[in-house]
T-cell receptor, first 110, second 118 residues
Framework: QKEVEQNSGPLSVPEGAIASLNCTYS??????FFWYRQYSGKSPELIMF????GDKEDGRFTAQLNKASQYVSLLIRDSQPSDSATYLC??????????FGQGTELSVKP | KAGVTQTPRYLIKTRGQQVTLSCSPI?????VSWYQQTPGQGLQFLFE???????NKGNFPGRFSGRQFSNSRSEMNVSTLELGDSALYLC?????????????????FGPGTRLTVT
């Protein structure tokens, strides 16, 4: 079992729809969670971070954390073709290493 | 505020050679982490430096080493290059980085160095 797991996709949604990206983690000691967006040929760009259970909203993005279920998600509302990218979930393991999932490829169709 | 810079952006080396990559963090950030990204393995943690000390290390052979200077700039060295070392090497800058209790400040990535080993 990988420490941080994501569905590889591709996840395809129509323009204007809500894209839902999911991530599970295995280390119960993890307290900090991050979502990065990576366009092809570019480096990862931080889009959200969350430390507490519940929802955190920033513009069109909402991160959700459920520590009891060891589950993190990212919702993208009003998806745009420019949101098409690979989304990486990361968790900080107890002991201090940031562990990344394999990423979910999102495709937003006009 | 200037972002994270990495030099060089591209490198081509031959098996057996060594290489040094450089990273300058965001001003005021004291933690630098290094990652290797390949299509097969994804983003893998190499090591983290904070205040010139290695704080954490990933599961890479001893051929991979790093250091951090007093101005927080960091270098990563790979000796005796192998074909499998071909990858995108990313450094990430953070205010104070990770703690042993599972917390981490946000990490911001540089553009990366694309290393090709032939």
């Amino acid at each position: 079992q990988k420490e941080v797991e994501q569905n590889s996709g591709p996840l395809s949604v129509p323009e204007g729809a809500i894209a839902s990206l999911n991530c599970t983690y295995s280390d119960r000691g993890s307290q900090s969670f991050f979502w990065y967006r990576q366009y092809s040929g570019k480096s990862p760009e931080l889009i959200m971070f969350i430390y507490s259970n519940g929802d955190k909203e920033d513009g069109r993005f909402t991160a959700q954390l459920n520590k009891a279920s060891q589950y993190v998600s990212l919702l993208i509302r009003d998806s745009q073709p420019s949101d098409s990218a690979t989304y990486l979930c990361a968790a900080c393991r107890q002991g201090g290493k940031l562990i990344f999932g394999q990423g979910t490829e999102l495709s937003v169709k006009p | 505020k200037a972002g994270v810079t990495q030099t060089p952006r591209y490198l081509i080396k031959t098996r057996g050679q060594q290489v040094t990559l450089s990273c300058s963090p965001i001003s005021g950030h004291r933690s630098v982490s290094w990652y290797q990204q390949t299509p097969g393995q994804g983003l893998q943690f190499l090591f983290e430096y904070f205040s010139e000390t290695q704080r954490n290390k990933g599961n890479f052979p001893g051929r991979f080493s790093g250091r951090q200077f007093s101005n927080s700039r960091s270098e990563m060295n790979v000796s005796t290059l192998e074909l499998g070392d071909s990858a995108l090497y990313l450094c990430a800058s953070s205010r104070t980085g990770t703690s042993g209790a599972g917390y981490s400040y946000e990490q911001y990535f540089g553009p990366g160095t694309r290393l090709t080993v032939t």
